[in-house]
């Protein structure tokens, strides 16, 4: 699949098969015109239509915007991660250098911006998300342990402007630390 939308496949033998599998991603409209591409709406695979099978070249527009992903709740997990199609994102130190405890000392909300910007690494292109203005990192006293009461006065925060992600297949072997976030703290 492409990183963009649409996707255009050229010079496709002419009978063709392009079943895809119909995921909550996609919502329930594609380009408007989920009927013309599957006969039954509650059918779990989209088929081209066959008056696009007698054509070299057709276009597929499926939706590729960056959304928020958080696990059921009964989980008891209140996280959130961000996810763009079918691809998951996660928050490295390479993009974000001041990160130090993997990110667990940040918190997440869902009400900023997320920008997308097209990148590179090595030579494989992708597109890097920007949380603006979503994060916020707790600093810590240094004597804080699990162990030891603590006050709630002891702690700061700072608000991060940016906040850094990539594909969670791409992430790695790019320098930096090795910390890295897939889930983040739900503000």
Known sequence: MG?????????APRDISNNQ??????GEQLDGKITTLCKNMSQRNVDTPRARRTHSNFQLHIPLEPRYISPHPYTNQNIVALARGPIVYCAEDHDNPWVNDHFKSLVFSTRGEITEKDADVN???????????????????EQARP???HNVDGFSEVDIEE???IP??????????GHMRVGLRRR
Do not use: S, V
């Not at 990183?3 to 010079?11: F, T, V």
């Not at 494989?124 to 810590?140: D, H, S």
């Open 3 to 11: 990183w963009e939308d649409p996707i255009r496949p050229q010079d």
């Open 21 to 26: 599998n119909k995921n909550t991603w996609m």
């Open 123 to 141: 030579n494989e292109p992708y597109k890097q998300l920007t949380a603006l203005g979503a994060a916020t990192r707790f600093r810590l006293p």
């Open 147 to 149: 162990d030891l009461g």
């Open 163 to 165: 906040l850094h992600f």
């Open 168 to 177: 969670y297949a791409l992430r790695d072997n790019r320098g930096g630390k």
